[in-house]
């Protein structure tokens, strides 16, 4: 029997945009996910995530007897952090791509920025308030973002499936919209969790590791002090923005694979 890894999405993408990674996994581990986290109304997004976590173990207790691998990107890095936090005894180890723990200074500033709505105009928050919903076609969604710097440089397996999934199609006539609420979206941007690094404190019986884009300004931002006091040695650089597992997905597959078999 595989082992399971069950893989969270980051904000905005579902977790079918990431095929191409768990392609290349599936011949040592078996993939599972949650397709849109924070779009069940019984876990609604409030500020540090609360429900959202309770979504993601709520999901773990009820398909898994055994302990299982958390491995997440962005908003999923996170909530597979904050849930093997609360729940250690379900996680056989996690692997975070690109979520660096805020801590120390830094966290503080988030809190201020999030009261003064200052995090705004930090975080793609405010993009994402008004962000096109509607394409009349496949070949036009892709054309749209294909032309944008940052999708750009995204390998055409994963923006494929970002628009199979991410935008799917809605009407006979071909039109398409997004599958990801943009109001869900914003949300959690707003509401990103500033209290990790002090949970941390206590410690956790969980083993981590953790893949950084080298040019995310994620990392830039929150710096990596405390995230490497929390991984240890079990820490690769690829090549890329906080969205390298969309432009480098075979490599940050093969990242994943040897955490794994390290935290193991």
């Avoid at 398909?63 to 990107?73: A, C, D, F």
């Avoid at 908003?75 to 729940?87: F, I, Q, R, T, V």
């Avoid at 710096?223 to 079990?234: M, N, Q």
Wanted: proline share 5%; aromatic share 10%.
């Amino acid at each position: 029997m595989k082992n399971i890894i069950h893989f969270s999405h980051a904000n905005g993408f579902p977790a079918s945009t990431y095929r191409t990674i768990f392609a290349e996994l599936a011949d040592d581990y078996d993939l599972r996910f949650i397709e849109r986290i924070g779009h069940d109304a019984r876990y609604p997004v409030t500020r540090d995530w609360p429900h959202l976590v309770e979504e993601l173990l709520d999901d773990i207790e009820r398909s898994y007897e055994n302990p299982v691998w958390l491995v997440g990107h962005s908003l999923g890095g996170y909530l597979s952090l904050m849930a093997a936090l609360k729940k250690p005894q379900w996680v056989r180890g996690v692997v975070m791509l690109d979520s660096p723990v805020i801590a120390g200074w830094q966290s503080s500033m988030l809190r201020v920025s999030q009261w003064t709505g200052l995090d705004e105009r930090l975080s793609p928050a405010a993009a994402t308030r008004n962000r096109r919903t509607r394409w009349a076609s496949r070949d036009e969604a892709w054309r749209h973002f294909h032309a944008k710097p940052a999708f750009a440089r995204w390998d055409e397996r994963v923006l494929s499936d970002y628009i199979e999934f991410g935008i799917p199609q809605v009407s006979a006539d071909g039109t398409r919209e997004l599958a990801f609420d943009r109001q869900t979206e914003y949300l959690i941007y707003r509401t990103l969790p500033h209290t990790c690094g002090s949970r941390l404190a206590r410690g956790t019986s969980v083993p981590f590791g953790f893949v950084a884009g080298t040019r995310s300004l994620e990392v830039r931002q929150a710096g990596l002090h405390a995230t490497r006091r929390l991984v240890g040695e079990h820490f690769e650089w690829i090549e890329g923005s906080h969205l390298f597992p969309m432009e480098r997905p075979l490599d940050t597959a093969r990242a994943v694979q040897r955490l794994l078999r390290e935290l193991d």
